[in-house]
T-cell receptor, first 113, second 111 residues
Framework: KAGVTQTPRYLIKTRGQQVTLSCSPI?????VSWYQQTPGQGLQFLFE???????NKGNFPGRFSGRQFSNSRSEMNVSTLELGDSALYLC????????????FGPGTRLTVL | QQQVKQSPQSLIVQKGGISIINCAYE??????FPWYQQFPGKGPALLIA?????SEKKEGRFTISFNKSAKQFSLHIMDSQPGDSATYFC??????????FGQGTRLTINP
């Protein structure tokens, strides 16, 4: 089975721009979660989608948003980029929402200049 | 109450030795405690996980010890190998979603 795939792997943007990141979960998995990883704050939960509905949300500003499509693929959008948004953005998929283990993709490295 | 505190931040162990990483949590509602291993340039990989109805779980050289009353859990890596050199994260959640991660431990195994 193919693992979680994320595109693009690397992105460079400037302040004020917006960015869209994509995640394809493991085949058959219906839940997708997004995390931000930075050296200072570590791994922090952004949000979780299951069956095209946001199930959980972390403590991030409204500039961070996401969605999930009927094929379980998910996108994450960050608007009005700030320097502090530079991070590794990780997507994790699980079979269902609830008691299923999460499997992470390789991440998208976003650099904001 | 949502924090998970992990120690040490970095650890150096000789090949063949035992690596021990500790985590403590506050939220008694947490019922799922995984450990992830991350190599540079890669996403975290699930190593082993435990639920609070057992005090220990072993998979190969990796063992989780869980102390519910102390709200602590730890990862033991037996016969540590250079290939185990990576960053390890403990995490906790209620229901396996919305993971709350520790700050990570950078483990170096000296040959």
């Amino acid at each position: 089975k193919a693992g979680v795939t994320q595109t693009p792997r690397y992105l460079i943007k400037t302040r004020g721009q917006q960015v869209t990141l994509s995640c394809s979960p493991i085949s058959g998995h219906r839940s997708v979660s997004w995390y931000q990883q930075t050296p200072g704050q570590g791994l922090q939960f952004l949000f979780e989608y299951f069956s095209e509905t946001q199930r959980n949300k972390g403590n991030f500003p409204g500039r961070f948003s996401g969605r999930q499509f009927s094929n379980s693929r998910s996108e994450m959008n960050v608007s009005t980029l700030e320097l502090g948004d530079s991070a590794l953005y990780l997507c994790a998929s699980s079979l269902t929402s609830g008691r299923s283990e999460q499997f992470f993709g390789p991440g998208t490295r976003l650099t904001v200049l | 109450q949502q924090q998970v505190k992990q120690s040490p931040q970095s650890l150096i162990v000789q090949k063949g030795g035992i690596s021990i990483i500790n985590c403590a949590y506050e939220n008694t509602a947490f019922d799922y405690f995984p450990w992830y291993q991350q190599f540079p340039g890669k996403g975290p990989a699930l190593l082993i996980a435990i639920r609070p109805d057992v005090s220990e779980k072993k998979e190969g050289r990796f063992t989780i010890s869980f102390n519910k009353s102390a709200k602590q859990f730890s990862l033991h890596i037996m016969d540590s190998q250079p290939g185990d050199s990576a960053t390890y994260f403990c995490a906790a959640s209620k229901g396996a979603q919305k993971l709350v991660f520790g700050q990570g431990t950078r483990l170096t195994i000296n040959p």
